[in-house]
């Protein structure tokens, strides 16, 4: 993308409880020693999201240490590691959310289709609507199901048939069928599961290019969570997918390439999911990944 049309994209995300993160938990530092850490940072696939040396800091704290890797376009990318290694910092810095966060300061580079997300002259919401965010927990508006689709459209002033786009956005999210006959109805009273798909839908509508989850099925059921996961595949076809999962198994389930921090903000091993999980370069990674820790 060209920095022209970052510039010149219109807004989706005019309200905080489009952006803001409900989740922020307490967070559990982990005290492991540091031994061998692959110095991989690429693999195969076109990158579209490149990060460079990156540091992040809140305060004193410093949440990532010098990260670079590269994300390929049109893959599920998996985020791994402890809680509080940095994993939601590190999506946050992808479409700046980190710029709510007062204390966050952000040191090296993290490219988005070559341009530095960071450079003076991005404009941040409009870097939003190419890289749209998945919570946690389900963040639908107090509206109908419709309206929470047709959102970010009505926000651009965007000149489509919007009841086609609510309707492609809904099939893609695998919702549609669940909510045909009750779009009027409040989002508020679908299910968790259909929530998240409905939140899904509504980040998808603008037809970003990238979808970042955090932790997206981790308050669902095992049938809802199945779904989520399935969906995650099937949007890797059109998206670029980064998720942050807690869940060794999806993570090794739905995704191409997988990075794994480990304490401290540091990013131990970044290589396809397979060798991750096979056939790891650290031992620190495989002991996280077989249970030994974490
Ligand atoms: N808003 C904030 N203000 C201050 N420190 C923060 C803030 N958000 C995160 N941190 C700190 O940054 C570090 C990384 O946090 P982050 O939320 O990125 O971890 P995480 O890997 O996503 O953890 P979890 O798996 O628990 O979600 C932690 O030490 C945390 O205490
Ligand atoms: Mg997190």
Redesign the pocket.
Known sequence: MTNENMNTAASTETQPSATADP???P???QSISVDNTSDRTTVDGETVIRSKDLD?F??E?Q??QSVSLEIPENQVTAMI????????????CINRMNDL?D??RIDGELTFDGKNVYDEDVDPVALRRRIGMVFQHPNPFPKSIYDNVAYGLRIQNRDVDMDAVVEESLKKAALWDEVKDRLDESALDLSGGQQQRLCIARAIAVDPQVVLM??PASALDPIATSKIEDLIEDLAEEYTVVI?T?NMQQAARISDTTAV?LTG?ELVEFDDTDKIFEDPESQRVEDYITGKFG
């Open positions: 989740t922020s938990e967070l559990v530092e992040v809140y305060g704290t949440a990532l590691g402890p809680s509080g290694c940095g994993k939601s910092t590190f999506l946050r966060i204390v966050a955090d932790e942050v807690h921090f903000g």
